[in-house]
Each structure stands twice: as C-alpha cells, then as structure tokens.
Nanobody, 122 residues
C-alpha cells in the first residue's frame, strides 16, 4: 500500500520560511518523480515544484527563486523549503508521486498525500 504523509505546515508571517516534508512508503521511492501541489478553496490544484528521480528540479514561475525541492532517498522523503513566503502562498500543500518524469497537471500523478496547511499572514 502506497502512502504519502506530509508534515511541516503552519502559520508564518510574510517573508518567513517553512520546510515541508513528505514521507513515502510502499513504493520504490527513487524511481518516482515527486511533486508538490497546492490548492485553495474554489480553485484547481496548482503545480508548485517537482523533482525527477534523475534529480532535475522544476518550479512554477510563482515560486521560482523562493522554494527549493529536494529528496533524501535513504529516508524516502521529499522536502519543500519555502522561503520569502507571501500571503498568496497560503494553501493546502500536497505531496504527489508519479512513476515517470514530472508533470505539471495534478491528474497525471499516481499517489497523493492528505495535505498540510500553510498560512502566511501579512
């Protein structure tokens, strides 16, 4: 059974930082592209960042230069370091996994976590 569990969300002031973690189990972690998406009420789930198993990284324009995605294969964990946070970053953040190269469409991912809330105050 595949399971993805996010953690690390919380409330921060604008300009602050958070580090999200996604612990994966039940899959060959190193063979999957791992992604982060976010969603606010009434909106579609939005691509944030992804890391292929070959270590290439990809970011949405809205977070490029502020967020960093990384992976620790030994711990079966992917991270999202979020710096210089803005109020518009407020959302539920979801970890996702896909066997193959990354995609920016949420519907093309195979597995999802339950999400962790990130709230950025102004």
């Amino acid at each position: 059974q595949v399971q993805l569990v996010e953690s690390g969300g919380g409330l921060v002031q604008a300009g602050g930082s958070l580090r999200l973690s996604c612990a994966a189990s039940g899959l060959t972690f190193s063979r999957y592209a791992m992604g982060w998406f976010r969603q606010v009420p009434g909106k579609e789930r939005e691509f944030v960042a992804a890391l292929n198993w070959g270590s290439s990284t990809h970011y949405a324009d809205s977070v490029k230069g502020r967020f960093i995605i990384s992976r620790d294969n030994a711990k079966n964990t992917v991270y999202l370091q979020m710096n210089s946070l803005k109020p518009e970053d407020t959302a539920v953040y979801y970890c996702a996994a896909r066997m193959s190269t990354y995609r920016t469409l949420a519907g093309l991912y195979d597995y999802w976590g339950q999400g962790t809330q990130v709230t950025v105050s102004s």
